[in-house]
């Protein structure tokens, strides 16, 4: 079975600074996708941003970026210059593509604060 | 475009009593998706559908929860009876899943639920 881990159930950064939340997972299949989702106290899981594990080239979405190490099955979320909005819990999640499974497994969060 | 609708936001109920969720996911979406997410835990999949067939229960307590889709649009989750274990908030999600060129799961505002 798929498991995903996020060994940091919480973070803090100053606003303006750079943070890196970590991810792992567990899986024997050769295709799938990653995301980081963000879940503000109005409980709406927002996607972040995503990888298609086929592509070596990390993704990007202007202030956030990830570190994705497949073979160390290692994704992790860099944040740059860090605002206040982004406070929020932060959910890694995992999502086979082969054998018509296409479950979507989350990691525990990381709850992340932004210090004024 | 709109969003995944959930309905009720908020619910509390006494335990032994029946509740019932709905979702309307975003139009177009094949795949449907039922979580359960525990205070400061990620969500953990309860059902997934895939247009009006439930694919994947595995996670489903069957002798309380009950879940349909009908028409492979709408869905309903149902606790019937409740326990005190079930307060949590209960997410739907929902998803264009055609093989290549997946989207990632787009989430409603959940409903949390109290069971007292």
């Known amino acids: 079975a798929q498991t995903v881990t996020q060994s940091q159930p919480e973070m803090s950064v100053q606003e303006a600074e750079t943070v890196t939340l970590s991810c792992t997972y567990d899986t024997s299949e050769s295709d799938y996708y990653l995301f980081w989702y963000k879940q503000p106290p109005s409980r709406q899981m927002i996607l972040v941003i995503r990888q298609e594990a086929y592509k070596q080239q990390n993704a990007t979405e202007n202030r956030f970026s990830v570190n994705f190490q497949k073979a160390a099955k290692s994704f992790s979320l860099k944040i740059s210059d860090s605002q206040l909005g982004d406070a929020a819990m932060y959910f890694c999640?995992?999502?086979?593509?082969?054998?018509?499974?296409?479950?979507?497994?989350f990691g525990k969060g990381t709850k992340l604060t932004v210090n004024p | 475009e709109a969003g995944v609708v959930q309905s009720p936001r908020y619910k509390i109920i006494e335990k032994k009593q029946p509740v019932a969720f709905w979702c309307n996911p975003i139009s177009g979406h094949n795949t449907l998706y039922w979580y359960r997410q525990n205070l400061g835990q990620g969500p953990e999949l309860l059902i997934r559908y895939e247009n009006e067939e439930a694919v994947d229960d595995s996670q489903l307590p069957k002798d309380r929860f009950s879940a349909e889709r009908l028409k492979g649009v709408d869905s309903t989750l149902k606790i019937q009876p409740a326990e005190l274990g079930d307060s949590a908030v209960y997410l739907c999600?929902?998803?264009?899943?055609?093989?290549?060129?997946?989207?990632?799961?787009?989430f409603g505002q959940g409903t949390r639920l109290t069971v007292v």
């Open positions: 999640a995992y999502k086979p593509l082969q054998g018509g499974s296409e479950k979507l497994v």
């Open positions: 999600a929902s998803s264009l899943d055609r093989g290549v060129g997946q989207t990632e799961a787009f």
